[in-house]
């Protein structure tokens, strides 16, 4: 019956986000990290004690963002040391530049480690295919989300398809594990060059909890070159957004 | 006595209070008393103590909340198989099938003794994923499709092998374990309480909260440091909120597979707003770092509380909005009803549970069978129950439990005072020697945490179950007989965790 379409649709209203390069999150989100010496570091000393993933350094003062599940427990206990932000532009094309030290303001992009044929190819129409490779769905659903209504990052021809022989590169999500190396190679290999590798969430960079487990294999990212960086536990579709945008050369840092 | 017997909001039991019988007593036992519908196993499994392998099992009487525990012992390399209670009741095949995966114990006479997922600490090595053993039928009018392990669209990887007759599906057989990371050697790999927190977070993220409870459960139960009434009442918000943003996010894509655009967008938009809504409390979408064992690092504010409530109206209204149109859109309802039919008496023998169970009319639901949080007592809860089994009973469950767990969110925000709250608990001792169990009924259903600790108080067993172990074979018989084009509708009607069955 049309009576009630008609009432979703009214309801619905409008849901699009009007400009994706402004979109600021809600303050409790936490995205890049914020870092500050203080002449006592025993706070920070506590707080690298506890952190999951081993990603804080005390001498020098470092935080590593690919290994950080972002649960925010190292801020409660250094709180004059380590802030989170709810900046989420925190991907890159240099794994180094996610260790966040006292003096990083912004995650520098590093833009000139863009191979020259990516804007080129890609900026107009970016197709991707997407592995999950024992990822826990979070991150996953968020990269669905990318597409969805709110985001609709379909506007900027960049689309997730279902064959390896449409895309135009990889996004792998999860830490790898061993059941799934050799279907992820298997599908990196089906896609034509020339090709880019996205790495999507703290777990997939990193390994995250699953770093040390014996159920993974994550000898694929030794074996391939990456482009993109993506932190997050789950990246936010925002910060996969922006990473790809500036990849592609639709926006610069 | 054959059990020991506790309730979900007992404390840690010590081990040697756990009667040791017989297999054979536990056998007969088990034989006749699973035939009543009351009557479920929650976990099954074994581990080796000292000098033997020991092995535990817990049933559940819905009718009377009780858990009744026990367990028996073998020796090492016995050389004796089991009589196979799946023979009798199909419900324990994923126990049994993890059992003999992991240790080596036979089953005689089991039906269906296939590895459960290729863990790697499996004892056959040679058994590999890409070598799984999949069901065949001979025939010439027959023909296999297989699917996976990578799928279509951005979601988990699970390989499908469907046999078919033109285009109807006659058998489907899902081969699981590509997501397998080893979870649960983990938990015992660390004695940090905040990673097994995280661990505990990531066993499905879709289920982050419902998984954070079960654990946090576990914890509060060895510990003693019991959560008090407030962060119970703030956890089962944050549950509802879950249960809330997944249904409404499987309506869209139930809509989104029988190509109804408008339901599609209208629910991801709903979606947004449910776990923005989560975001704005804890900085996570998906309810990340919001629950933590004996107290809270996001304790509700007034103003948080406002806000949810606020949110959770509107999205309660323009669901039911979207709920309305769907029940009376001829075309959606054509191709959901009467698909997929899972009927009552199938979905009980093979131990089906949570929503998926309750659509096809078994009454599983942890919240009132065995109460926890505000469940029970703040909160008296009523199941929904469907009868029909199809993709549409199993929608409607959906819509009615969004527009319940709305309600829920509102009862208890409504006289809800925020007050002193305690922060996080990760270094009280735990209980030495004791099993934890703890129950809780996360969106898709059962999920029941295990925790052993030895003789220091740490952890050295942790065992894990989603509900979708029991749920995934709900679904290869769900297409039986349907059309294959209408597999995806009934994919999204259950919408089961690869990783929470893989861990």
């Given at each position: 019956?049309?009576?009630?379409?008609?009432?979703?649709?009214?309801?619905?209203?409008?849901?699009?986000?009007?400009?994706?390069?402004?979109?600021?999150?809600?303050?409790?989100?936490?995205?890049?990290?914020?870092?500050?010496?203080?002449?006592?570091?025993?706070?920070?000393?506590?707080?690298?004690?506890?952190?999951?993933?081993?990603?804080?350094?005390?001498?020098?003062?470092?935080?590593?963002?690919?290994?950080?599940?972002?649960?925010?427990?190292?801020?409660?206990?250094?709180?004059?040391?380590?802030?989170?932000?709810?900046?989420?532009?925190?991907?890159?094309?240099?794994?180094?530049?996610?260790?966040?030290?006292?003096?990083?303001?912004?995650?520098?992009?590093?833009?000139?480690?863009?191979?020259?044929?990516?804007?080129?190819?890609?900026?107009?129409?970016?197709?991707?295919?997407?592995?999950?490779?024992?990822?826990?769905?979070?991150?996953?659903?968020?990269?669905?989300?990318?597409?969805?209504?709110?985001?609709?990052?379909?506007?900027?021809?960049?689309?997730?398809?279902?064959?390896?022989?449409?895309?135009?590169?990889?996004?792998?999500?999860?830490?790898?594990?061993?059941?799934?190396?050799?279907?992820?190679?298997?599908?990196?290999?089906?896609?034509?060059?020339?090709?880019?590798?996205?790495?999507?969430?703290?777990?997939?960079?990193?390994?995250?909890?699953?770093?040390?487990?014996?159920?993974?294999?994550?000898?694929?990212?030794?074996?391939?070159?990456?482009?993109?960086?993506?932190?997050?536990?789950?990246?936010?579709?925002?910060?996969?957004?922006?990473?790809?945008?500036?990849?592609?050369?639709?926006?610069?840092? | 006595m054959i059990y020991y017997i506790t309730?979900?909001?007992?404390?840690a039991i010590h081990l040697r209070e756990i009667p040791e019988v017989d297999y054979a007593a536990l056998y007969e036992d088990l034989k006749?008393r699973?035939?009543?519908?009351?009557?479920?196993v929650a976990h099954y499994f074994a581990r080796p103590e000292e000098q033997k392998l020991r092995f535990y099992l817990i049933l559940?009487?819905?009718?009377?909340?009780q858990i009744m525990i026990s367990s028996f012992s073998m020796e090492y390399?016995e050389?004796i198989?089991l009589p196979?209670l799946?023979?009798?009741?199909?419900?324990?095949?994923?126990f049994e099938?993890?059992i003999?995966?992991?240790y080596?114990v036979?089953?005689?006479?089991?039906?269906?003794?296939?590895?459960?997922?290729?863990?790697?600490?499996?004892?056959?090595?040679?058994?590999?994923?890409?070598?799984?053993?999949?069901?065949?039928?001979?025939?010439?009018?027959?023909?296999?499709?297989?699917?996976?392990?990578?799928?279509?669209?951005?979601?988990?990887?699970?390989?499908?092998?469907?046999?078919?007759?033109?285009?109807?599906?006659?058998?489907?057989?899902?081969?699981?374990?590509?997501?397998?990371?080893?979870?649960?050697?983990?938990?015992?790999?660390?004695?940090?309480?905040?990673?097994?927190?995280?661990?505990?977070?990531?066993?499905?993220?879709?289920?982050?909260?419902?998984?954070?409870?079960?654990?946090?459960?576990?914890?509060?139960?060895?510990?003693?440091?019991?959560?008090?009434?407030?962060?119970?009442?703030?956890?089962?918000?944050?549950?509802?909120?879950?249960?809330?943003?997944?249904?409404?996010?499987?309506?869209?894509?139930?809509?989104?597979?029988?190509?109804?655009?408008?339901?599609?967008?209208?629910?991801?938009?709903?979606?947004?707003?449910?776990?923005?809504?989560?975001?704005?409390?804890?900085?996570?979408?998906?309810?990340?770092?919001?629950?933590?064992?004996?107290?809270?690092?996001?304790?509700?504010?007034?103003?948080?509380?406002?806000?949810?409530?606020?949110?959770?109206?509107?999205?309660?209204?323009?669901?039911?909005?979207?709920?309305?149109?769907?029940?009376?859109?001829?075309?959606?309802?054509?191709?959901?009803?009467?698909?997929?039919?899972?009927?009552?008496?199938?979905?009980?023998?093979?131990?089906?549970?949570?929503?998926?169970?309750?659509?096809?009319?078994?009454?599983?639901?942890?919240?009132?069978?065995?109460?926890?949080?505000?469940?029970?007592?703040?909160?008296?809860?009523?199941?929904?129950?469907?009868?029909?089994?199809?993709?549409?009973?199993?929608?409607?469950?959906?819509?009615?439990?969004?527009?319940?767990?709305?309600?829920?969110?509102?009862?208890?925000?409504?006289?809800?005072?925020?007050?002193?709250?305690?922060?996080?608990?990760?270094?009280?001792?735990?209980?030495e020697e004791s099993i934890s169990i703890?129950?809780?009924?996360?969106?898709?259903?059962?999920?029941?945490?295990v925790a052993i600790t030895d003789k220091?108080?740490?952890?050295e067993t942790?065992k894990?179950?989603?509900?979708?172990?029991?749920?995934?074979?709900?679904?290869?018989?769900?297409?039986?007989?349907?059309?294959?084009?209408?597999?995806?509708?009934?994919?999204?009607?259950?919408?089961?965790?690869?990783?929470?069955?893989?861990?």
């Amino acid at each position: 019956m049309i009576l009630p379409k008609i009432k979703v649709l009214k309801s619905h209203g409008w849901q699009y986000i009007p400009d994706l390069n402004n979109v600021t999150l809600t303050e409790e989100f936490r995205g890049r990290v914020e870092l500050s010496e203080t002449s006592d570091m025993s706070d920070v000393e506590a707080a690298a004690k506890i952190c999951p993933t081993q990603a804080i350094t005390t001498v020098p003062f470092s935080l590593d963002m690919g290994r950080c599940l972002f649960c925010g427990e190292c801020a409660l206990r250094a709180p004059r040391n380590i802030r989170f932000t709810n900046d989420y532009k925190i991907g890159s094309t240099s794994r180094e530049a996610l260790i966040v030290t006292p003096q990083t303001k912004s995650v520098d992009f590093h833009q000139q480690n863009v191979r020259k044929e990516i804007p080129k190819l890609f900026g107009r129409a970016l197709k991707l295919r997407q592995v999950s490779a024992a990822g826990d769905a979070s991150v996953e659903m968020e990269l669905n989300a990318t597409g969805n209504v709110n985001f609709d990052f379909g506007r900027y021809g960049v689309e997730f398809v279902a064959s390896p022989r449409h895309a135009d590169g990889v996004v792998i999500t999860g830490p790898i594990s061993k059941s799934m190396a050799e279907p992820l190679d298997i599908c990196f290999k089906a896609i034509p060059d020339p090709k880019i590798v996205i790495v999507c969430g703290s777990e997939a960079i990193s390994g995250g909890l699953y770093a040390q487990s014996k159920a993974v294999d994550r000898s694929f990212l030794e074996k391939y070159h990456v482009d993109l960086w993506l932190p997050g536990t789950p990246t936010h579709p925002m910060t996969f957004i922006d990473g790809v945008m500036n990849l592609i050369g639709l926006k610069k840092r | 006595m054959i059990y020991y017997i506790t309730d979900n909001r007992n404390q840690a039991i010590h081990l040697r209070e756990i009667p040791e019988v017989d297999y054979a007593a536990l056998y007969e036992d088990l034989k006749e008393r699973l035939t009543q519908e009351q009557y479920h196993v929650a976990h099954y499994f074994a581990r080796p103590e000292e000098q033997k392998l020991r092995f535990y099992l817990i049933l559940l009487d819905d009718a009377t909340a009780q858990i009744m525990i026990s367990s028996f012992s073998m020796e090492y390399y016995e050389d004796i198989a089991l009589p196979s209670l799946t023979a009798l009741h199909p419900a324990l095949h994923p126990f049994e099938r993890e059992i003999t995966e992991l240790y080596n114990v036979e089953f005689d006479s089991m039906p269906w003794n296939k590895p459960l997922r290729f863990a790697f600490n499996r004892r056959n090595r040679n058994s590999t994923i890409d070598n799984y053993p999949f069901y065949t039928i001979e025939g010439e009018s027959l023909h296999e499709v297989n699917v996976g392990p990578i799928h279509a669209g951005i979601i988990e990887p699970g390989a499908f092998r469907f046999i078919c007759n033109g285009e109807n599906v006659l058998h489907l057989e899902i081969a699981l374990g590509y997501q397998h990371r080893g979870v649960e050697n983990e938990f015992t790999a660390t004695d940090n309480r905040l990673r097994q927190m995280l661990l505990s977070e990531s066993i499905a993220g879709d289920s982050a909260v419902s998984h954070g409870v079960a654990f946090a459960m576990a914890m509060e139960k060895l510990s003693g440091k019991k959560a008090d009434e407030n962060l119970e009442r703030e956890r089962t918000v944050a549950l509802e909120l879950e249960r809330m943003a997944m249904h409404i996010a499987d309506t869209g894509a139930l809509c989104t597979d029988v190509g109804y655009q408008l339901g599609q967008v209208a629910c991801e938009a709903l979606r947004t707003m449910t776990i923005n809504t989560t975001q704005a409390w804890c900085g996570n979408r998906f309810g990340k770092g919001l629950i933590r064992p004996s107290g809270t690092n996001k304790p509700l504010t007034k103003e948080k509380v406002e806000m949810i409530r606020q949110n959770v109206a509107q999205i309660k209204r323009r669901y039911n909005e979207v709920r309305e149109d769907i029940k009376t859109s001829a075309s959606l309802l054509a191709r959901y009803e009467q698909c997929g039919n899972v009927p009552k008496q199938e979905m009980q023998r093979i131990g089906g549970v949570g929503m998926a169970a309750r659509a096809s009319g078994v009454s599983r639901d942890i919240r009132s069978s065995h109460p926890y949080l505000a469940y029970g007592t703040e909160l008296k809860h009523e199941s929904i129950i469907k009868r029909q089994g199809d993709v549409m009973a199993r929608l409607m469950v959906r819509c009615r439990e969004v527009l319940q767990s709305a309600d829920y969110i509102e009862q208890i925000l409504s006289n809800y005072t925020p007050a002193e709250s305690h922060l996080p608990d990760y270094d009280s001792p735990l209980k030495e020697e004791s099993i934890s169990i703890a129950l809780m009924e996360g969106w898709r259903g059962e999920i029941c945490h295990v925790a052993i600790t030895d003789k220091e108080g740490k952890i050295e067993t942790y065992k894990i179950k989603d509900p979708s172990l029991h749920n995934w074979l709900a679904l290869a018989l769900a297409v039986r007989g349907e059309g294959i084009s209408d597999f995806p509708i009934n994919n999204k009607s259950f919408n089961l965790s690869y990783c929470g069955h893989d861990l």
